[in-house]
């Protein structure tokens, strides 16, 4: 299978148009507000942008689910998103350790919805 790249107007690289897009949505921070406890389980949703994320499964991409929390709240996380009804393909447990995350694939939920609508 042939990947194209391709430039977005603010010079980032992109994966060709054709779908379905494999995309990956952070949880905490764009799915559920932040928190300062350890009491995910109770972490307010951000319906909006559900929305958005359940709009773009809906019309046919297989969105993946990544979150920094570690593999022990596996369960918990699932429950959470199962009862906030975000629809999606995979959860991955566990992010990288680090202070930023420089990716030129980067994009926020308000342009990719956009682009992909």
Same mark, same amino acid.
């Given at each position: 299978?042939?990947?194209?790249?391709?430039?977005?107007?603010? @010079?980032?690289?992109? #994966?060709?148009?054709?779908?379905?897009?494999?995309?990956?949505? &952070? %949880?905490?921070?764009?799915?559920? $507000?932040?928190?300062?406890?350890?009491?995910?389980?109770?972490?307010?949703?951000?319906?909006?942008?559900?929305?958005?994320?359940?709009?773009?499964?809906?019309? @046919?991409?297989?969105? #993946?689910?990544?979150?920094?929390?570690?593999?022990?709240?596996? &369960? %918990?996380?699932?429950?959470?998103? $199962?009862?906030?009804?975000?629809?999606?393909?995979?959860?991955?447990?566990?992010?990288?350790?680090?202070?930023?995350?420089?990716?030129?694939?980067?994009?926020?939920?308000?342009?990719?919805?956009?682009?992909?609508?």
């Amino acid at each position: 299978m042939t990947i194209y790249r391709l430039m977005d107007m603010k @010079g980032r690289a992109v #994966m060709s148009d054709r779908k379905p897009w494999i995309l990956a949505i &952070d %949880l905490d921070g764009i799915l559920a $507000k932040p928190i300062s406890s350890d009491k995910y389980e109770v972490a307010i949703p951000i319906s909006e942008n559900i929305e958005k994320v359940n709009k773009l499964f809906d019309l @046919g991409h297989r969105i #993946m689910i990544y979150t920094a929390r570690g593999w022990f709240l596996y &369960d %918990l996380t699932e429950k959470w998103l $199962k009862k906030n009804n975000v629809k999606y393909t995979q959860l991955v447990m566990g992010k990288l350790y680090c202070h930023a995350n420089v990716d030129d694939m980067n994009y926020t939920l308000e342009e990719i919805t956009e682009k992909l609508k």
